[in-house]
C-alpha cells in the first residue's frame, strides 16, 4: 500500500528535501502534497485524502501547533499520524505538539535515514526494503 502525505512547511527548498528524501528512501509513498503554511494545508485535506503529515512548526498565517490542534477537530483527520519537523527543539513545545495529537518529532538538521525511520514506525512498516546508500552518509538536512 502507498501512503498518500502532506509536506507543510514554508521553505519552498525545505519541501523539496523532505520530498526527494521520502522518494529514494524507498518508503511506500503514493501522492505527495505540499503546503506552505498551515492555513493552505487545512484546504489541500479538505481536497485531497493524505494518510500521514509531516509539517514544521515556525510558519506565517498559520504555524504548525494552530494547523495541527484544526486538523484533528476533523473527524476524517482525527487518527491520521502527524509528525513534526522543525528547528523547534524545546521540551515544552515538543510536550505541547504530542498533546495535540502528534505522533512523532524529527529535529532539523536531520540524517535522511531519520525520516524513513520515523515514517516506517508511524506507519507501522518494516524497513527492509533498500532505501539509501552509503554514498548517502553524512548527508544532513
Known sequence: MAYNILIVDDSLPMR???????RISGFKAG???EAAN??????????????IVLTDYNMPV???????VELKKNDLYRDVPVIVVTTEGSQRMI???MEN?????VKKPFA???IKEK????MGETADEPGFDESDEGLDF
Open 16 to 22: 523539496g528535501i523532505l520530498k526527494k528524501i521520502i
Open 31 to 33: 501522492e505527495i502534497f
Open 38 to 51: 498551515g492555513k493552505d494545508a487545512l484546504d489541500v485535506a479538505n481536497r485531497k485524502w493524505c494518510d
Open 62 to 68: 498559520m504555524n504548525g501547533l494552530d494547523f495541527l
Open 95 to 97: 510536550e505541547r505538539f
Open 101 to 105: 495529537g502528534a505522533c512523532g518529532y
Open 112 to 114: 535522511p535515514e531519520a
Open 119 to 122: 515514517l516506517n514506525k508511524v
